[in-house]
């Protein structure tokens, strides 16, 4: 049985827990690869919402007018417009979602060992745990910065507000609504990528088993 502090093995392959874990290379390299899929995702991200709110008389129809519309006024950079307030609040985010990831799928395997299940089916329970209480967690700093985001995203374009930075976004937010103004869609979040992350966690931890099995 394991206990906190050492390897968990798993089939010849030995698998470092929390304790263990060089929490600093785990953080930034995590954090790195975020980042990195950021930028280079994120102009999908600018294009899709601008379509999502264009008003039935918007020039721009589809994906190609949107870009090029958006090159022709603001070059590159309007192709990451609220992109700094994205990677400022989602990196604590994504640590956070790290955080809770690792410290609950500890615990999570702690739960399940008494069953005496498979070494897959209590990898898949777990991770799957870990994956949407990990979710969960994070959703409270990435709808906020969505929503700032998402408005920076649109200013002036389809009829949209101007604005002056996300800061600038953020006290019109509250002034108007108050702190509920930074959780709409919250729950609906929630609902999308709590789940998702359980599948794909789930499927994550006990397709590696089943690797290490047939492999090792």
């Known amino acids: 049985m394991d206990t906190a502090g050492t390897h968990r093995k798993s089939f010849g392959h030995t698998e470092i827990n929390w304790d263990r874990l060089d929490k600093t290379k785990f953080y930034v390299v995590g954090a790195g690869i975020f980042t990195g899929l950021t930028v280079v995702l994120y102009p999908i991200s600018v294009v899709k919402t601008r379509m999502q709110v264009a008003s039935h008389d918007a020039v721009e129809r ?91 995203m649109v200013q002036g374009y389809s009829g949209h507000a101007t604005y002056n930075g996300g800061m600038d976004v953020a006290r019109k937010i509250l002034k108007s609504d108050g702190i509920r103004g930074f959780y709409r869609g919250f729950g609906l979040s929630v609902m999308t990528y709590s789940p998702s992350s359980a599948v794909w966690w789930a499927g994550y931890g006990s397709s590696q088993r089943l690797i290490w099995r047939y492999t090792i």
């Open 62 to 152: 589809n994906a190609f007018s949107v870009i090029k519309g958006l090159l022709k006024t603001d070059g590159i950079p309007g192709l990451y417009r609220g992109f700094g307030t994205v990677i400022t609040g989602a990196i604590p985010a994504r640590i956070i979602f790290l955080t809770a990831l690792e410290t609950t799928k500890v615990a999570s395997f702690k739960m399940v060992e008494p069953f005496k299940l498979s070494e897959p089916t209590q990898a898949a329970i777990a991770n799957g745990i870990a994956g949407m209480l990990g979710s969960l967690c994070s959703q409270a700093v990435f709808v906020p910065i969505d929503v700032v985001s998402q408005r920076l």
